[in-house]
C-alpha cells in the first residue's frame, strides 16, 4: 500500500484524524455542558487524587483549617477522595484545567489532519508542515512540564489543608518519555525544512 | 543570478514557440517556462543536451556568464 497520496496510507490517517477532530469538539461541549448542569443540579462533588502510603502507620485525615471538608482514604485503591462544594468557583477552576489539557490534544489533532491531508496530496515537504510538526512537539513537550506543575500543586494544597498523621505522599513523577517524544518532533521538524529546501531545489532543476 | 538564460534569443533566432520546443525536448510547458524566466535554480546536462539538439546550437548560445557588479561609494 502505498504511503502518500490519493487512497493510500496518509488519507487513511486523514480520515481517522478528522473523525477524532470531530469526536473531540463534541467531548469538550458535552463536558462543559456538564460542568454549567452540575451547577444546577447541586450534586456533591468528591476530587480523587492518587496517592501512596504505609498502611500500617496510617492515621486518620484531620482538616487542618476549620470548615474544611475531611476527606477519607480508599486503602484498597491507594486514592483520596476530598468532596468539593459545587459552586461557580470550583466548576469554573476545574473546567479551566480541563481546557487548558483538552486543548493540547486539540492542537495536535488539528495540526495532525493538516498534516494528512498534505500527506494525501502528495506534499509532504510543505513549508507549513514544518511549523505544525513543531508545533506539535511543543504541545508533547509542554504536557508533562504543565501535569507536573498541577500535580505539585495539588500536593502543596492537599499538605496545607490536612494533617498528615501518616507517611502519605501523593503520587506523582515527571513523564520524562513524552518530554522525550516532544524533544524528537521538534528535531523532525528540522528534518522536514532540510526537506522542503531540497524538494524546492529539485522542483527548480529543469 | 550571474548565469542569464538567453533562450527566448535562441528560439527567435530558430523560429520556434515554446510549445513546440516543450515538445520536441520532453518538458513540460511550465518547467520550460522557468528556465526561460531564469527562475531555474540549475538545469540536468541531459536536459541541455536535448534543447541544443533540438535548436541546433552550443550551450554557451543559450547560457551566458554575466557577473554581478557591486558599486563602491
Not at chain 1, 480523587?48 to 496510617?58: E, G, I
Not at chain 1, 509542554?142 to 505522599?169: E, H, I, K, N, V
Not at chain 2, 534569443?9 to 515538445?23: D, G, I
Request: glycine letters at 4%; aromatic letters at 10%.
Amino acid at each position: 500500500m502505498k504511503k502518500l497520496g490519493n487512497s493510500s496510507l496518509s488519507s487513511i490517517l486523514l480520515l481517522i484524524t478528522r473523525i477524532t477532530w470531530w469526536a473531540e469538539c463534541i467531548f469538550v461541549g458535552i463536558v462543559s455542558a456538564l460542568a454549567i448542569a452540575l451547577l444546577f443540579a447541586k450534586k456533591d462533588l468528591s476530587f480523587d487524587a492518587p496517592v501512596s502510603f504505609s498502611p500500617v502507620l496510617f492515621r486518620a485525615l484531620t482538616a487542618k483549617q476549620a470548615g474544611t471538608p475531611q476527606g477519607h482514604l480508599n486503602i484498597t485503591r491507594g486514592i483520596f477522595y476530598l468532596p468539593i462544594e459545587c459552586n461557580w468557583k470550583t466548576i469554573g477552576t476545574m473546567l479551566v484545567i480541563f481546557l487548558i489539557f483538552f486543548s493540547l490534544i486539540l492542537l495536535v489533532t488539528f495540526q495532525l489532519k493538516k498534516i494528512f491531508a498534505s500527506f494525501s496530496r502528495n506534499e509532504p515537504f510543505m513549508e507549513s508542515n514544518i511549523l505544525r510538526i513543531r508545533n506539535i512537539g511543543l504541545a508533547v513537550l509542554s504536557y508533562p512540564l504543565l501535569r507536573f506543575l498541577f500535580d505539585a500543586g495539588l500536593y502543596r494544597y492537599l499538605r496545607a489543608r490536612f494533617t498528615w498523621t501518616a507517611d502519605l505522599r501523593l503520587t506523582y513523577s515527571f513523564d520524562f518519555s513524552t518530554l522525550l517524544a516532544g524533544l524528537i518532533l521538534i528535531v523532525i521538524a528540522e528534518i522536514f525544512r532540510l526537506g522542503s529546501e531540497l524538494d524546492n531545489e529539485q522542483k527548480l532543476t529543469i | 543570478m550571474p548565469i542569464i538564460v538567453n533562450l527566448d534569443v535562441m528560439m527567435a533566432k530558430r523560429k520556434m514557440s515554446l510549445n513546440a520546443l516543450s515538445e520536441q525536448v520532453g518538458i513540460t510547458l511550465s518547467n520550460l517556462s522557468i528556465l526561460k524566466q531564469g527562475k531555474a535554480k540549475a538545469i540536468r546536462f541531459s536536459t541541455l543536451e536535448l534543447i541544443c539538439k533540438v535548436l541546433d546550437c552550443q550551450p554557451g548560445d543559450i547560457l551566458e556568464y554575466r557577473p554581478e557588479t557591486t558599486s563602491k561609494h
